[in-house]
């Protein structure tokens, strides 16, 4: 299954659409729990994700899965990349999680591509040499970054956002071009931070309110509940990329993964009309750092 739990809400209160606040350790676990009895087996977090590192290695002890689990982390963008501190970091990283390995390691600023060849990519690739991880990637924003991540050696990971509104990668090219590369895509922001599960009208964040009141039409249209349109559009366009969502409650848990299940019907109609209902929606939309400071949030992606 080619679902991913995300794990910033489980380290601190996170997007415009959260409710839980500061989740615990029980509640952490539960979590967990739930993801792995639905037959999740990876997360994805970073090391400035408040408490997730710390909180995940406890569950996978208490669970007993450390050994199984498959984990992709981000370094944290205010380590330099090019020296001893990002080695020291990932240690420490496996040691909060409990893990003798990671899966994937991750830049998490896509400005460092630009130093790729100037030092960066030979110590991230190291910490493959170290045994410390699988495989390593970036974590991007722009297309013109996964571009150019898609077409450099070494990296073996690209995460990016995406979604209905947000099809810009897409347009682009770039799902298709990192398939013949070989390269792996894992997709967040499915939700976009949870807004595209809200009516318009609870919605914190007023420029996105226009496209929101779409959604209800092609929900009615095709059957589905907005989880099942958002993930269901992703699955049926890109199934191939891994898809990462976030919970604040087991039964999130759960619901996701129903709705990743669930069979779509006349699904090439539904990409479609995605496409036609969402042709160009606006950077100002999309990307949440650029949100107007009244609509402010957390932008840990």
Same mark, same amino acid.
């Given at each position: $299954?080619? &679902?991913?739990?995300?794990?910033?809400?489980?380290?601190?209160?996170?997007?415009?659409?959260?409710?839980?606040?500061?989740?615990?350790?029980?509640?952490?676990?539960?979590?967990?729990?739930?993801?792995? !009895?639905?037959? #999740?087996?990876?997360?994805?977090?970073? *090391? $400035?994700?408040?408490?997730?590192?710390?909180?995940?290695?406890?569950?996978?002890?208490?669970?007993? %899965?450390?050994? !199984?689990?498959?984990?992709?982390?981000?370094?944290?963008?205010?380590?330099?990349?090019?020296?001893?501190?990002?080695?020291?970091? +990932?240690?420490?990283?496996?040691?909060?999680?409990?893990?003798?390995?990671?899966?994937?390691?991750?830049?998490?600023?896509?400005?460092?591509?630009?130093?790729?060849?100037?030092?960066?990519?030979?110590?991230?690739?190291?910490? %493959?040499? &170290?045994?410390?991880?699988?495989?390593?990637? %970036?974590?991007?924003? *722009?297309?013109?970054?996964?571009?150019?991540?898609?077409?450099?050696?070494?990296?073996?990971?690209? *995460?990016?956002?995406?979604? %209905?509104?947000?099809?810009?990668?897409? @347009?682009?090219?770039?799902?298709?071009?990192?398939?013949?590369?070989?390269?792996? #895509?894992?997709?967040?922001?499915?939700?976009?931070?949870?807004?595209?599960?809200?009516?318009?009208?609870?919605?914190?964040?007023?420029?996105?309110?226009?496209?929101?009141?779409?959604?209800?039409?092609?929900?009615?249209?095709?059957?589905?509940?907005?989880?099942?349109?958002?993930?269901?559009?992703?699955?049926?366009?890109?199934?191939?990329?891994?898809? +990462?969502?976030?919970?604040?409650?087991?039964?999130?848990?759960?619901? /996701?993964?129903?709705?990743?299940?669930?069979?779509? @019907?006349?699904?090439?109609?539904?990409? $479609?009309?995605? #496409?036609?209902?969402?042709?160009?929606?606006?950077? /100002?939309?999309?990307?949440?750092? $650029?949100?107007?400071?009244?609509?402010?949030?957390?932008? *840990?992606?």
């Amino acid at each position: $299954m080619n &679902l991913v739990l995300g794990t910033a809400a489980l380290g601190f209160p996170y997007g415009v659409a959260n409710r839980a606040g500061k989740l615990s350790q029980n509640q952490v676990t539960e979590i967990v729990k739930k993801a792995w !009895e639905c037959g #999740i087996r990876e997360f994805d977090t970073a *090391q $400035m994700y408040g408490d997730s590192e710390k909180f995940l290695g406890q569950a996978f002890r208490d669970l007993g %899965i450390a050994e !199984e689990v498959r984990v992709i982390t981000k370094i944290d963008p205010e380590i330099d990349p090019y020296t001893y501190k990002m080695i020291h970091s +990932i240690h420490q990283s496996l040691s909060k999680l409990k893990i003798r390995k990671l899966y994937g390691v991750l830049l998490h600023r896509e400005h460092w591509l630009d130093r790729w060849d100037e030092g960066v990519g030979e110590n991230l690739l190291n910490l %493959i040499k &170290l045994n410390c991880t699988e495989k390593v990637g %970036i974590s991007v924003y *722009q297309p013109r970054y996964a571009l150019r991540a898609v077409n450099k050696e070494g990296i073996d990971i690209i *995460q990016l956002p995406s979604n %209905i509104f947000d099809r810009r990668f897409e @347009r682009r090219g770039i799902f298709d071009l990192a398939r013949k590369k070989g390269k792996e #895509i894992y997709i967040r922001n499915v939700f976009l931070q949870g807004l595209l599960l809200l009516d318009p009208e609870d919605s914190p964040v007023e420029s996105i309110k226009p496209q929101l009141k779409k959604i209800p039409k092609l929900v009615k249209k095709f059957g589905l509940t907005r989880h099942e349109l958002a993930i269901g559009y992703l699955r049926e366009n890109v199934p191939w990329a891994k898809l +990462i969502f976030g919970a604040e409650t087991p039964d999130q848990v759960e619901e /996701n993964v129903k709705a990743y299940k669930k069979e779509v @019907r006349f699904s090439t109609d539904l990409v $479609m009309d995605v #496409i036609e209902t969402f042709p160009n929606v606006d950077e /100002n939309v999309l990307i949440p750092k $650029m949100w107007r400071q009244n609509e402010h949030t957390t932008d *840990q992606s």
